[in-house]
């Protein structure tokens, strides 16, 4: 089975559609259904199920995609170990973050050990995360724990606790905290109930005698800090995050009874090879 064929069957499971996958492989329509029908005949079996002018994975295409991340995951862990071998330092570390104020001191940290390396950084729900290491788009995950698969290792990094920010005006503006259950009587903003912070905020605020209602779901700690400065109504956010927020018009309150904490950590997959310049951006992680 040829490498290239992989290839090309992985793109068309990526995009679902063979115009646009032809287009990112720079060939034509014809060539890559071409190469796709040649590797239906090496299997034996259909890799893709036609339905009118969409296509979807048969159970033998499902089957060997899982296989192919992984084997093209191994060949790309061999490239890594080989280049750390031969002192190269080039390369792009790619990590999947529940939020990018995370990383900014580990980040400038890294990049005066290792200026040659690009590091991509996305900002994404953990589900997401899992979905993208399990898929090898990514290589570490910053994510709110547990996150619990077969595949994955995990590591804690330091305990979180959500917070409220209000603007000056706001009638809370003055406290220094205030009971979880007090909440029902003010407006909220909240991110959407995808993201894992939002759902285990909302387990809290059961454990405290009440459903939350926000008058506003978002999607990023910036837009929920912009609604609160605007007086819209209070944010709840990280306060890992509203440490590097230093704005006059916000006021940071404290959660209690309960305070809604959780733990921080690092994700990766258990085959990874944790070459020296991961393992030091991780001990920076470690130490920020």
């Excluded at 790619?94 to 040659?116: K, T, W």
């Excluded at 991961?278 to 920020?288: A, E, G, P, Y």
């Amino acid at each position: 089975m040829e490498y290239r064929l992989l290839t090309y069957f992985l793109m068309v499971c990526e995009e679902l559609h063979f115009t646009r996958a032809a287009e990112r492989l720079s060939i034509s329509q014809p060539t890559l259904s071409h190469q796709i029908q040649l590797l239906e005949h090496q299997i034996g079996m259909p890799l893709f199920t036609r339905i009118g002018k969409k296509i979807y994975l048969s159970e033998a295409g499902q089957i060997l995609r899982s296989h192919a991340l992984n084997a093209f995951h191994e060949l790309n862990q061999a490239r890594v170990a080989i280049e750390e071998l031969r002192g190269m330092k080039r390369g792009c570390l790619r990590i999947g973050c529940a939020g990018n104020h995370l990383l900014l001191p580990a980040i400038a940290a890294f990049h005066r050990r290792y200026s040659e390396i690009e590091i991509s950084v996305m900002e994404l729900a953990t589900e997401e995360i899992k979905e993208r290491l399990l898929t090898n788009q990514v290589d570490l995950g910053i994510v709110y724990l547990p996150l619990n698969h077969e595949q994955l290792e995990s590591t804690d990094l330091f305990e979180d606790e959500l917070q409220l920010a209000v603007a000056t005006g706001h009638p809370l503006a003055e406290a220094d905290s205030i009971p979880l259950a007090e909440l029902r009587a003010y407006p909220l903003a909240m991110l959407q109930p995808r993201f894992l912070v939002r759902q285990f905020f909302d387990k809290y605020c059961e454990q405290a005698g009440f459903h939350v209602k926000p008058i506003l779901e978002l999607s990023t700690l910036e837009s929920l800090l912009q609604i609160a400065a605007a007086g819209v109504g209070a944010a709840v956010l990280p306060r890992s995050y509203l440490q590097t927020v230093s704005q006059p018009a916000i006021r940071k309150i404290s959660l209690r009874d309960p305070a809604p904490t959780r733990e921080i950590g690092l994700v990766y997959r258990k085959t990874s090879y944790l070459s020296a310049a991961m393992q030091t951006f991780i001990t920076d992680l470690k130490v920020q």
